[in-house]
């Protein structure tokens, strides 16, 4: 059974870090892609972040340079840096997991947690 179990959102002011972790059972991180998406009230679920088996990585424009994606494949846990937010990162943050290569699960998923709110203010 795969479950993947979202920490660390939070309320943070602008300009604010906060760091979201994945804990995965169930399977081996290193040979998926896993990706961060987001949420926001009213707009679609957009790619946050990805990282893939060969170690490829992907950032949505809106935060390049801000967040940082990585993973502990010996605590099969996937993180995601956040810094210098802004109010409009404000969102549902999801885990996800996708068959690896490609980058795939930057835009969609075959597994996914069940979210960490994050709010800017």
């Known amino acids: 059974h795969v479950q993947l179990v979202e920490s660390g959102g939070g309320s943070v002011q602008a300009g604010g870090s906060l760091r979201l972790s994945c804990a995965a059972s169930g399977y081996t991180y290193s040979d998926y892609c896993m990706g961060w998406f987001r949420q926001a009230p009213g707009k679609e679920r957009e790619g946050v972040a990805a990282?893939?088996?060969?170690?490829?990585?992907a950032y949505a424009d809106s935060v390049k340079g801000r967040f940082t994606i990585s993973q502990d494949n010996a605590k099969n846990t996937l993180y995601l840096q956040m810094n210098s937010l802004k109010p409009e990162d404000t969102a549902m943050y999801y885990c996800?997991?996708?068959?690896?290569?490609?980058?795939?699960?930057?835009?969609?998923?075959?597994?996914w947690g069940q979210g960490t709110q994050v709010t800017v203010s």
């Open positions: 996800a997991a996708d068959s690896p290569y490609g980058l795939s699960c930057f835009t969609e998923a075959q597994d």
């Open positions: 990282i893939d088996s060969d170690g490829s990585i």
